[in-house]
């Protein structure tokens, strides 16, 4: 083929597959990250992307796998472009696949525009700094790593964990004081099964979040390389509504484990140099690609505040997947399998959770003067308390000081009055920094040495 | 492929071949801006940031180079042949094989002049507010945007007379840059000769005249700015040992583990440990003369935050908002991981650029972990042997080559200045153990470990005293003595010996409880229960306990080491360690970090005489 082969122009045959790669040789002017259409054997339509261009050959990702494809008789179509997806007002309360194809059965919706799934970098000049702090009724959460919007604040859960429930409870009761508008909601179901998706699509129809909701869905069943593609098709969609259309935003993604063993597999099937536990190198880029896609912008009205959610594998928050994220995200709120066995719902585990844009979202004039210094009392006495019940463990109850036992008793109305809620308990700011000062009691004043004094007059009546 | 160590010797070479390029490449630009770039290759290859060319002209190892139709700008880093490799600092997606590559002649490099202060780039030194003013509010590709503002005219006041000799570095004249810093225009530091002309005082932009040297070689014309190559150090007269602290705010910092000005310390912490937060104080609350804080793969909206704080915020010393002694670069985790690399290099440029004006400049680099993953990055795609955990066998060198540019100097023209530099430190997992942690540490002075322990009790700054060290404290105790306080040495010391004595005993505690240890030594641990809350936790978001003096930081420490002391002199007399617990004074200074603001130290005096009587009152029964 002299000259090589354009844009547009269709390919038969290629030199080799291997997982989800193919590969072309004697191809040329094709770009690097372009999409490919991939046409099987059988008719079959399938998506691909450009990995890598060299003299020797270029690589394409196919997102629905390889399988069925043979060398000869598959061609493959460069379409000079990377992948967009439709974006647009009547895809809310749709649901679709990663690609933004519908999958509920009605027909395609009007788009208004297609845009490049990978979106485009915020300047950070533009950025407004997220400083508007969400009520989601919830203690744990709001007391003591209150949610921003346009913040990213994933939950760290293992398997088994009701990290389902939570998130879906956020969603029901997330607003903003003193402002009417709700929030829209974005969820991708990346690599989960048929009952999670079922759970979220229920549990939005039952709160009536359903009219302002778009599903995008890669279920467990799905191609695997597609997951790489829900979770920016999604955002991509949160974009144009918060940035085109001026909407408040919540982004639902799960799980993000998920995702990651999906990146790790095209990595191992290229050769990649692995970094730890085989995933590659570029992980915190590619995460960061990902969640960065979150915020405000100076004068634009609306935001995009993302709950990804992901299962460390065997509970080990040290794991490479909980780590990178940790390490891009704005804090975390971490799931307790141990307090979930005690039957405490919600079992955040609040020692290592941390909301980093807390502290410019609360205080006087946002929730209440005295909310940071009690929520770093709450952390102080709390990890004192955890201290205190190893000690207790090993010399017993009896032999503890009565300021230790005190604290013990601060552990249990901490974790039985503040931490626990129902399902459907949407407490205000005001009810749970009360609440707070309240299971503050059996300790006494001068235990109290993260809070002022004029606080401990005012609020400890 | 070259092999590393190759690559790096043809980058000590360039660097020699260079050595005017301070004034070459002003001419040469010049020349290039009249007949345009020329094509110098096409691209064969493309994956990821790393792209490979075909050239037919001869091109330089660093030499910034333009890629593609859109002029994506790179810079070589491999040279076999005809091939060139080429690490491109922007989104390389949509590139073909076939797109031409234009040479620039320059190696990568800073525009150093007046208005850099008060401005935020990203890692190649482009003004994001102009970036912004272009293509909106999205970063585009191929944008172009110099980084000193070319129609800002600055008032010049010069200093030298015409038919003066001058040599590199000297200074010509001066610039009011921001109501805090006064510029001073430095010749490049590879220039000499004799001033045969010196502009008028008054307004000229940038890129204007200002001077004619003459020197063998002919005249050459001077500006307001020159360009220095990022990679190369810029060179001093002297350097001297530190002796001098660089004062923070941070009470455990200052006290226990201090930094002298031109020193070099790591905060490596696990994810929520604090990092950015403790960096950000320092930014905000360190007593340097110009600050250069490097956002290096880390969040948007942190450096959001920087931009929206520090213009804010008030210099304690000079009143004015702390905006004006401050230069951003911001490589965000979802900008282009290139050009995260040279944001580093960019930084410690404009950092020796004001050293060498004789200024203090504190560097932060937050995180020196995302530099190195990138450096990982790119040596994974040119299929590069790895060493440790991916990571290139050059990491080692690359850091040491990064904080050895710290340093407390004379400066080509005589003036004293100096460069700190504070890396933050990722680890994955929190594990000290891993590759950048245990290279940095080698080439650090001072260490300042985040524990997750103290994190997760939101005891903040969650420095571990047990892990930390500073290689400069012995080195400052002369200057202690200078301000008129002789027991600095003596004050940090016992404060030490107690958390280390409070330390072992916190192991017999956690076995058999506090209760049954003897009055003394729960009284150590009193002691040191008081030191920790009182002294060593400090809130960054309380406006008075965010920054504290040297002087205030000096008497809160003799305040309670005297509490202990009195309060052991009592237990000696069989006083029960209860009472002295139940002494009012106590909460007077657990709240006194809270309570006492710096303007009012003299009520910290009080709280001395306040002990003793208490502590009299006590030993009267």
């Not at chain 2, 190759?6 to 007949?35: F, K, S």
């Not at chain 2, 190696?107 to 994001?128: K, N, Q, S, V």
């Amino acid at each position: 083929m002299k000259g090589g082969l354009q844009a547009g122009l269709e390919y038969r045959g290629v030199d080799g597959a291997q997982g989800p790669l193919l590969f072309l040789r004697g191809v040329r002017h094709v770009g690097f990250g372009e999409l490919a259409e991939v046409r099987s054997p059988s008719g079959q339509l399938l998506h691909g992307r450009v990995l890598d261009v060299n003299e020797a050959a270029i690589v394409v990702e196919v997102f629905e796998g390889t399988a069925e494809l043979s060398l000869q008789a598959t061609t493959v179509r460069f379409l000079g472009h990377p992948l967009h997806v439709p974006v647009g007002r009547e895809m809310l309360g749709r649901i679709f696949d990663a690609f933004g194809a519908p999958l509920d059965g009605a027909p395609k919706p009007i788009a208004d525009d297609t845009r490049d799934v990978n979106g485009v970098t915020i300047n950070p000049v533009c950025r407004a700094y997220p400083s508007d702090c969400i009520q989601t009724g919830i203690s744990c959460i709001d007391g003591m790593n209150t949610l921003v919007r346009g913040q990213k604040l994933p939950i760290f859960s293992g398997s088994g964990l009701p990290h389902d429930r939570l998130a879906a409870q956020i969603v029901r009761q997330a607003s903003i004081v003193g402002e009417e508008q709700g929030f829209g909601v974005v969820f991708a179901a990346i690599g989960v099964t048929h009952d999670v998706a079922e759970f979220f699509q229920r549990s939005f129809q039952e709160s009536g979040a359903s009219r302002n909701s778009v599903l995008f869905l890669n279920l467990a069943d799905a191609p695997s390389v597609a997951r790489l593609v829900a979770p920016r098709t999604a955002l991509t969609m949160a974009e144009y509504l918060a940035f085109d259309l001026g909407m408040h935003v919540l982004v639902v993604l799960t799980d993000i484990t998920n995702y990651c063993e999906a990146l790790r597999e095209v990595s191992t099937a290229r050769g990649e140099v692995p970094s730890r536990k085989g995933y590659p190198g570029y992980l915190y880029s590619d995460l960061a690609s990902l969640f960065e896609r979150a915020g405000r912008i100076h004068g634009r009205p609306g935001s995009i505040t993302q709950l990804p959610i992901l299962t460390m594998p065997n509970d080990d928050i040290t794991h490479p997947i909980p780590d990178v994220t940790g390490y891009i995200t704005e804090g975390q709120l971490v799931l307790s399998r141990e307090l979930n066995n005690r039957g405490v719902y919600p079992p955040v585990d609040v020692l290592p959770s941390l909301s980093r844009l807390m502290e410019d979202g609360i205080g006087e004039g946002r929730t209440r003067p005295d909310h940071s210094k009690l929520a770093s009392q709450l952390y102080a006495a709390y990890a004192k308390t955890k201290e205190i019940e190893r000690l207790a463990s090993i010399i017993g109850n009896e032999e503890l000081s009565e300021l230790n036992r005190r604290y013990l008793q601060f552990g249990q109305r901490f974790e039985r009055q503040f931490l626990s809620q129902g399902d459907f308990d949407n407490r205000s700011f005001e009810a749970t920094l009360d609440l707070a000062w309240e299971v503050l009691r059996p300790l006494p004043d001068s235990e109290l040495t993260r809070v002022t004094q004029e606080q401990i007059e005012r609020y400890r009546r | 492929m070259l092999p590393a160590s190759r690559r790096m010797q043809h980058c000590l070479v360039i660097g020699e071949n260079d050595m005017t390029a301070g004034v070459q490449v002003t001419l040469r630009d010049d020349a290039a801006a009249a007949t345009g770039p020329a094509i110098a290759g096409e691209v064969i290859a493309v994956n990821g940031p790393v792209v490979r060319a075909s050239c037919r002209m001869p091109i330089g190892m660093s030499e910034v180079v333009w890629v593609g139709e859109e002029r994506m700008i790179g810079e070589v880093i491999g040279l076999r042949g005809d091939n060139a490799t080429v690490q491109v600092y922007e989104d390389t997606t949509g590139l073909r094989p076939g797109a031409p590559l234009y040479a620039s002649s320059l190696p990568l490099h800073a525009e150093l002049g007046p208005g850099l202060l008060g401005h935020i780039f990203d890692g190649i030194m482009r003004p994001l507010e102009a970036l912004a003013a272009q293509r909106g509010d999205f970063i585009g590709r191929g944008t172009h945007a110099p980084s000193l503002d070319r129609d800002k005219r600055w008032d010049f006041d010069p200093v030298l007379q015409p038919g003066t000799d001058v040599r590199g570095g000297e200074v010509l004249g001066r610039v009011r840059e921001t109501a805090t810093v006064e510029h001073r225009v430095l010749l490049a530091p590879d220039m000499q000769g004799t001033l045969a002309w010196v502009a008028q005082p008054g307004a000229y932009a940038v890129d204007e005249v200002i001077a004619t040297v003459v020197a063998s070689g002919g005249s050459r014309e001077v500006r307001m700015f020159h360009r220095w190559p990022v990679r190369r150090a810029r060179p001093v007269l002297l350097r001297h040992a530190p002796t001098v602290p660089l004062q923070t705010g941070q009470r455990v910092i200052d006290a226990f583990f201090p930094l002298a000005r031109g020193g070099t310390a790591a905060i490596p912490g696990g994810f929520g440990t604090g990092k950015t937060v403790t960096q950000h104080n320092l930014a905000k609350w360190a007593d340097a003369d110009v600050i250069v804080y490097i956002g290096c793969g880390e969040r948007g909206n942190e450096m959001t935050g920087v931009l929206t704080d520090l213009p804010r915020l008030e210099d304690p010393r000079t009143g004015r908002p702390l905006m004006e002694r401050t230069v951003l670069i911001a490589n965000t985790s979802n900008m282009p991981v290139a050009a995260r690399e040279a944001s580093i290099y960019t930084g410690i440029t404009v950092a020796e650029y004001y050293r060498d004006m004789g200024y203090h400049v504190a560097l932060m680099a937050d995180s020196t972990s995302r530099w190195a993953e990138a450096l990982r990055e790119v040596a994974g795609r040119l299929e590069e042997m790895p060493a440790e955990e991916g990571f290139p066998a050059y990491l080692a060198t690359r850091l040491a080559e990064f904080y050895e540019r710290a340093g407390y100097v004379t400066t080509l023209s005589g003036a004293v200045g100096s460069v700190s530099v504070i890396g933050a430190v990722s680890p994955p997992g929190g594990d000290f153990t891993e590759p950048v942690t245990q290279h940095t540490k080698r080439f650090v002075r001072c260490f300042w470990g985040l524990d997750k322990e103290l994190a997760s009790a939101r005891f903040f700054p969650a420095i571990n005293c047990r892990d930390s060290y500073s290689e400069y404290a012995a080195g400052l105790d002369p200057w202690w003595q200078e301000q008129g306080v002789s027991d600095w040495g003596e004050l940090r010391e016992r404060g030490l010996a107690l958390l280390g004595e409070d330390s072992k005993l916190q192991q017999i505690v956690r076995l058999v409880g506090e209760e049954s240890l003897p009055d003394r030594e729960r009284m150590t641990l009193e002691g040191a229960a008081v030191l920790r809350e009182a002294f060593l936790q400090q809130n960054a978001f309380d406006a008075i306990d965010r920054h504290s003096t040297p002087q205030k930081q000096v008497l809160m420490l003799r305040a309670i080491l005297h509490y202990i002391d009195r309060g052991l002199q009592l237990i000696e007399r069989k006083t029960p360690l209860y009472r002295i617990k139940e002494l009012p004074v106590r909460t007077d200074l657990m709240r006194m970090r809270l309570g006492i603001a710096d303007s009012e130290v003299e009520r910290l005096d009080a709280l001395l005489a306040t002990i003793d009587a208490q502590m009299d009152a006590l030993a009267q029964e």
